[in-house]
């Protein structure tokens, strides 16, 4: 796991408008887990741990198994089709109006963020449980890291959710920002423009977050075959 948070494109974004605490993102990141693990939690994980070190190590590889750069090319796909999805939304715009009639409104923005992000899980989420399955068939370490994984997300996802369904409203603290300092009367497209990169900017950070497990499997995979081939 990575231990440099400061380095992810979501927090340096969001570092930007001033929505994070460059203190804390300096503490261990190890610490930093532990806070949002309950006793609950640590059983769980413990108890999987003693599974994974205890596991038999008779996985056989199977022939039909879809290699790593068949998984990382299925991802890529995934991530371009997503890709194309936030490049492609344009601000609604009522018929034979100008922008101004929209400028002051965020729901649009708000009600396409949230959809996007319901789109990420619906194509990322089961993907990343397909790479767990084809790591669980090859090797037992591999099956042992595919197991490891299934447990930290069932333990980490409902606090990982709560977080990212929250970047709407900083996005919505941003949008009210540029409106208030940046007010050019008829002309507000001028500010609205910016904004709307941002808006695919942070999209697109958010993508890239949720991908990293996934591209971390398949890492694993291409390692792990390589080094038992």
């Known amino acids: 796991m990575r231990g440099n948070f400061n380095s992810s494109q979501l927090v340096s974004l969001l570092s930007t408008w001033g929505h994070t605490d460059a ?9 930093q887990l532990s806070l949002w693990l309950g006793p609950f939690d640590a059983i769980t994980l413990q108890g999987v741990h003693q599974s994974i070190t205890t596991a038999s190590a008779s ?11 068949t998984l990382n090319e299925a991802l890529q796909r995934v991530r371009s089709d997503l890709v194309n999805s936030i490049s492609a939304w344009q601000r609604p715009r009522p018929g034979g109006s100008d922008d101004t009639e929209v400028a002051g409104e965020f729901a649009p923005y708000r009600t396409q963020y949230i ?13 990343r449980v397909h790479c767990r399955q084809v790591l669980s068939r ?4 591999l ?16 606090r990982e959710k709560a977080l990212l369904s929250k970047l709407p409203a900083l996005l919505e603290q941003r949008f009210m920002h ?13 500010w609205l423009s910016p ?35």
């Open 59 to 69: 996985v056989r590889p199977q022939a039909s198994m879809p290699g790593a750069q």
């Open 115 to 127: 959809e996007l992000q319901r789109r990420m899980e619906w194509r990322l989420d089961p993907f």
């Open 138 to 141: 090859t090797h037992s370490r």
């Open 178 to 190: 540029l409106k208030r300092h940046h007010d050019d009367g008829p002309h507000i497209v001028g």
């Open 195 to 229: 904004f709307e990169r941002e808006f695919r900017a942070l999209l697109l950070a958010e993508m890239n977050l949720r991908m990293e497990p996934i591209m971390g499997l398949i890492e694993a995979f291409a390692n792990g075959t390589h080094t038992t081939q």
């Open 23 to 31: 203190q804390a993102s300096l503490q261990d990141w190890a610490h």
């Open 143 to 158: 099956k042992q890291l595919a197991d490891l994984d299934a447990a930290l997300e069932q333990t980490l996802t409902k």
